[in-house]
């Protein structure tokens, strides 16, 4: 997801660096229903640094004041990070409010802006699912700063505030959507983000009507998102007719039948992983140099076909291709091993490949051996132009970045811009810190020869931008690449460092 050139921190509150104020004698728990099924549920550790995803709704702001309650004698650190979607009139006020929230509780607020639309559009998907990939992008970055900074990553985690009746709608929007067991799992109470950090769901078996009574016995006062109300997405439409339409014609307490269904799905999930995972056992290795997978079928194919398919997703999965696994695609590598006939070969995605040799299937990237060049036909062409001149043509590949504060860190340096391939010691600037292009390339998931291929415009070891390439695993890295968010053009801009990548030929 291209952020750098979405979103802007906008403003946090003046209080103490996201820390709730420690003290000598840890304070007793206020007696609270929620509180107490929070401590039991076991999700929250002590010591930790949780970023809290706070939109300032009911769930949200449930959220973080039970955990400012326990934080003492947890001896937590509460970061409250806010993302202004940009979507609605009230968005601004809705965003002060959070921020007023947290200064009231002695916190700090991360506060962000995101233009949900723009990346809707440029990606062809909801404004839902942009904003829900923006947020958990900007949660990752922010863990990221707090791990720079020098607490373990086993300390950090992700608070969202998904709650029983929000399980319940995802369980029957993938029921019609159409998905296997595992989606029927609903969603987790702990997953893992793309970066690797842990995502908890401490309200996750709490029905909205006990968050409800919350807020009012705690005089709360959140946001209330009026287009909750209407029915534009899909979701919406579920919460408000379809589960009230089922509840008065079929089942009272459908939500409850189908949280029921979400956890005997996920024991079953998890039981059938388990088994995966043992029948696996012994019948895989793996080679380097060049990396291949091999997967030894000769008892295999007395599995069940729902064992073999899990098998072939985890596999898959190792390839950093998990997100390529679509029904036709296991079908495939399961019809591969149970084939008589002793040969045969599947083209997977990336320019990787699965070929069978008698009992023996291996998984590879496509001429393994050779790494990948970068596309010497491509030049670039910088411009400083005026703000009332930049007419960006999204046909072209280009990027835009604010001159006079870039001239103000590189004074004179423009003419040292280059377009290039990685090299020792580069990083491209956060919103919070940096981070190295190796990191970045391998969270970015661009196989190990595809890596020298890819090519960016920077000055010295800073990257402003990496280039498109079909080798990222993000759409919009593929379509759009990376930039820098340090000279991010504003409203106060007024000259345009315009650089446009062309063909030489």
């Given amino acids: 997801m291209k952020k750098t050139d979405k979103e802007t921190k906008k403003k946090t509150t003046a209080k103490a660096a996201g820390k709730t104020a420690k003290k000598t004698v840890k304070k007793p728990v206020k007696k609270s229903r929620i509180v107490d099924r929070i401590i039991d549920g076991g999700l929250v550790q002590e010591g930790s640094h949780i970023i809290i995803g706070l939109s300032g709704g009911p769930d949200s702001l449930c959220l973080l004041h039970s955990l400012t309650r326990i934080a003492d004698s947890f001896d937590l650190t509460l970061v409250p990070v806010h993302v202004n979607h940009k979507l609605r009139p009230e968005a601004d006020e809705e965003e002060d409010n959070v921020i007023r929230i947290c200064d009231r509780l002695g916190l700090e607020c991360e506060s962000f802006e995101a233009d949900c639309s723009g990346v809707a559009d440029e990606l062809g998907i909801s404004t839902e699912e942009a904003g829900r990939q923006i947020r ?140 995966a995972i043992a029948a696996m056992d012994g019948h895989i290795a793996f080679e380097h140099d060049p990396e291949k997978i091999l997967l030894d079928i000769t008892d295999m194919r007395a599995n069940p076909l729902s064992i073999n398919t899990r098998i072939a997703g985890f596999i898959l999965q190792t390839m950093r291709l998990e997100k390529y696994a679509s029904f036709e695609l296991i079908t495939r590598l399961t019809q591969l091993m149970y084939s008589d006939n002793p040969s045969g070969s599947i083209d997977l995605p990336l320019g990787a490949r699965a070929y069978r040799e008698y009992d023996t299937i291996i998984f590879t990237d496509a001429d393994e051996d050779r790494q990948i060049a970068p596309d010497n036909t491509l030049r670039m ?125």
């Fill in 136 to 275: 958990y992008e900007i949660f990752d970055e922010v863990a990221a700063q707090i791990e720079s900074e020098g607490v373990p990553r086993s300390n950090i985690m992700i608070a969202v505030a998904h709650n029983a009746d929000d399980q319940a709608e995802t369980v029957l929007f993938r029921l019609l959507r159409g998905t296997g067991v595992h989606g029927l799992a609903g969603m987790p109470a702990v997953r893992n983000s793309e970066s690797g950090y842990t995502i908890i769901r401490p309200l996750i078996d709490i029905e909205r009507a006990e968050i409800e009574e919350y807020i009012k016995e705690n005089k709360l006062r959140p946001n209330i998102d009026a287009s909750n109300k209407t029915n534009d997405y899909t979701r919406n439409s579920i919460r408000n007719e379809l589960i009230p339409y089922l509840e008065e014609k079929y089942n009272p307490s459908v939500k409850q039948a189908l949280r029921r269904y979400a956890e005997l799905a996920d024991m079953d999930d998890a039981l059938l992983n388990e088994i």
């Fill in 381 to 505: 062409m910088p411009q400083i132009i005026k703000i009332r001149d930049f007419h960006p043509d999204d046909e072209y590949m280009y990027a835009a970045f604010d001159f006079d504060k870039f001239n103000k860190e590189h004074p004179g340096q423009a003419g040292e811009i280059r377009l290039r391939t990685r090299q020792e010691g580069d990083y491209l600037p956060m919103k919070r810190g940096k981070k190295k292009i190796q990191d970045l390339l391998v969270d970015s998931k661009v196989m190990k020869r595809a890596r020298d291929s890819i090519l960016m415009v920077a000055i010295g070891s800073e990257v402003l931008w990496i280039l498109p390439s079909k080798y990222f695993a993000g759409k919009n890295e593929q379509e759009k690449g990376r930039f820098s968010p340090k000279y991010h053009i504003t409203d106060d801009t007024e000259r345009v460092l315009f650089i446009e990548i062309v063909d030489n030929l």
